[in-house]
């Protein structure tokens, strides 16, 4: 064997090893695509999942948050109606509601039953009482 034989050996062994090393540098790096894939599809199928169930959760809101809208208008109109019949009956029922007071003043009722009748305060009847009703204080 002379030089030049031996120097083709060692040649072709270092270029079997680096073919057989870079086969392995592919493998290795096949298996660790594959295993990025892998876990980036179970990572995707995980954020779908969490995004169905944040739409649900979503939808849920929306349709309480309607709910409680139409609630509010309902409560609203609902105010709007009372103060409009408390400013129509406003001027008139303060002085029939103190008439009346006088009237059952005048007839003997009690301050309770004037209270509860007519939406005087209890001082008011009791002084109704006192100055029409001598006989009941």
């Known amino acids: 064997m002379d030089l030049s034989s031996l120097f083709e050996l060692n040649q072709w062994q270092f270029f079997a090893a ?3 090393i ?3 540098a592919l493998l290795v790096f096949a298996f660790a695509f ?6 980036g599809r179970r990572d995707m199928q995980q954020l779908v999942i969490e995004l ?3 739409r649900g959760e979503t939808r849920t809101l929306t349709e309480l948050a309607q709910q409680l809208a139409s609630q509010i208008a309902s409560l609203e109109s609902r105010i709007d109606d009372r103060q409009q019949l ?3 009956t406003a001027g008139g029922s303060a002085q ?3 008439d009346l007071a006088l009237q059952m003043a005048r007839h003997g009722a009690g301050q309770e039953e004037i209270v ?3 939406g005087v305060t209890r001082h008011e009847a ?3 009482a006192r100055l029409h009703n001598p006989a009941r204080s």
């Open 52 to 54: 169905q169930e944040s």
């Open 96 to 98: 029939r509601g103190y």
């Open 34 to 39: 594959s295993r990025w894939r892998r876990a």
């Open 22 to 24: 870079l086969a392995v």
């Open 116 to 118: 509860s009748a007519t």
């Open 126 to 128: 009791q002084l109704l």
């Open 86 to 88: 408390q400013l129509a």
């Open 18 to 20: 680096r073919a057989a």
